[in-house]
């Protein structure tokens, strides 16, 4: 159970046809957040459920509908293998201001893009996203934010808390989306970095009626 829980917290939502060009990598790469002129990464809680994991810690699992907004003149290419790169939780708005989260995960970076399989002449369609000039996409998240052991800290509960998720639409090490936003000026500016979404309000509950829930990997 427990291995399945880290898989399931670093996991990353794919395209099928992305499957491919995806190859495993245990060691870590340095990325900075990308400027925020690009676009706005927008968050809705569509749905939260508490579930019992291994060894009885409770964690409520966030379904987020992440909104890219493209705030610019100019069309913006979203690659569809964008993963969620870590989260952090706030308990109090001006906490966010401040920098001063409660909570913070960081996803293990095991996985990479494998850039020498891309068509460099153009964007594949079946993975990337082009986003015309003020219009916007959508994409599903969940977020596991974990409450407590049975019995243990309880000062996450009966409270709204506020969720920034953060996410990496190039995981690749070699520096490869910047080649690549050249050669595709024609066609629009690829996303290539890692981008903070704005804060979206999240309640938990004081009992939190938690149960076992069923493990879905993509």
């Known amino acids: 159970m427990e291995k399945r829980i880290g898989i399931l917290h670093n996991r990353i939502r794919v395209n099928r046809e992305a499957t491919s060009i995806l ?20 968050p809705e809680l569509i ?83 082009t986003i015309e000039p003020h219009a916007t996409f959508e994409i599903p998240q969940e977020v596991w934010i974990p409450l407590r ?9 009966g409270k709204d808390h506020y969720l920034r998720v953060e996410m990496n639409t190039w995981p690749d090490p070699e520096n490869s989306g910047e080649r690549l936003r050249q050669v595709w000026g024609a066609y629009g500016r690829l996303l290539a970095g890692r981008f903070l979404s704005e804060p979206v309000k999240i309640h938990i509950d004081h009992a939190p009626a938690a149960k076992p829930c069923p493990v879905q990997i993509d």
């Open 149 to 157: 052991p049975k019995g243990a800290d309880q000062r996450r509960l």
């Open 23 to 42: 190859m495993l990598l245990c060691c870590a790469w340095p990325c900075g957040l990308q400027a925020a002129n690009d676009l706005s990464l927008e």
């Open 47 to 129: 749905q939260t459920k508490y579930c019992v994991e291994g060894k009885g810690v409770i964690t409520v699992r966030a379904t987020l509908r992440l909104r890219y907004r493209n705030t610019t003149g100019v069309p913006i290419i979203l690659p569809l293998f964008s993963r969620l790169s870590s989260w952090q939780l706030f308990e109090k708005r001006t906490d966010i201001e401040s920098g001063r989260p409660e909570l913070i995960h960081t996803s293990k970076p095991d996985q990479i893009l494998d850039t020498s399989r891309l068509d460099r002449t153009k964007p594949n369609p079946r993975l990337f996203r």
